[in-house]
């Protein structure tokens, strides 16, 4: 069975530096490795997401994401953060059994200060 | 292109009572998703749809808890009856399946209070 950690509750970073949040996951099979974010009152969007192919995925906002597969992780990164990006993140990663099952994280919450 | 849609958005009830959500996918997606998600907690799977089938209710409390989704579209999830447990948001979420594409699109969710 799949599962998806991530290690820290909460990340602050200011404003201009560069955020990383952190996930790492187990799978028996091939890995297909999602992040979402939640504003407050608002449901879960989708960022970004890797199948397969390059290792560094590009996603919205100007968020990328890191696939290793030697270290089962899928670290959300952006050069420079805004106040704007304070939310709740979630990593998630899917299976693929007859269908694709999706277990989610316990999310990070992120607080970038000006 | 509209979202996913669903209600009410807050609903509080009494323990003991029923209550139903209503989810509308995003026209064209093949598959929706129930969610719950508890305070401080990523979103844990009811149930999942391909279509008009019931694909995973595994961790679905099948006791109170149940599920259609007619004609392959519109959903609707009920409780009855409803316990203080019950207490959390409960999120839609519907995806085009295609392939190995299978990105979910959420609705705002349903927090429901039981007192």
């Known amino acids: 069975a799949q599962s998806v950690a991530q290690p820290e509750d909460q990340v602050n970073v200011a404003e201009g530096n560069p955020l990383t949040v952190k996930c790492t996951y187990s799978?028996?099979?091939?890995?297909?490795l999602f992040w979402y974010v939640q504003y407050p009152n608002r449901g879960l969007q989708f960022l970004l997401k890797?199948?397969?192919?390059?290792?560094l995925v590009k996603g919205s906002y100007g968020f990328e994401a890191e696939f290793n597969k030697s270290q089962t992780s899928f670290h959300l990164k952006k050069p420079s953060a805004l106040v704007s990006d304070s939310a709740l993140y979630f990593c998630?990663?899917?299976?693929?059994?007859?269908?694709?099952?999706?277990?989610f994280g316990a999310g990070t919450r992120l607080f970038v200060k000006a | 292109e509209a979202g996913v849609v669903q209600s009410p958005r807050y609903k509080i009830i009494e323990k003991k009572q029923p209550v139903a959500f209503w989810c509308n996918p995003i026209?064209?997606?093949?598959?929706l998703y129930w969610y719950r998600q508890n305070l401080g907690q990523g979103p844990e799977l009811l149930i999942r749809?391909?279509?008009?089938?019931?694909?995973?209710d595994s961790q679905l409390p099948k006791d109170r808890f149940s599920a259609e989704r007619l004609k392959g579209v519109d959903s609707t999830l009920k409780i009855q009856p409803a316990e203080l447990g019950d207490s959390a948001v409960y999120l839609c979420?519907?995806?085009?399946?295609?392939?190995?594409?299978?990105?979910?699109?959420f609705g705002p969710g349903t927090r429901l209070t039981v007192t």
């Open positions: 979420a519907s995806s085009l399946v295609t392939g190995t594409w299978h990105e979910q699109y």
């Open positions: 799978v028996s099979g091939n890995p297909y």
């Open positions: 890797y199948i397969t192919g390059d290792n």
């Open positions: 998630a990663v899917s299976e693929n059994t007859g269908g694709f099952k999706t277990i």
């Open positions: 026209s064209g997606h093949n598959t």
């Open positions: 749809y391909e279509n008009e089938e019931a694909v995973d």
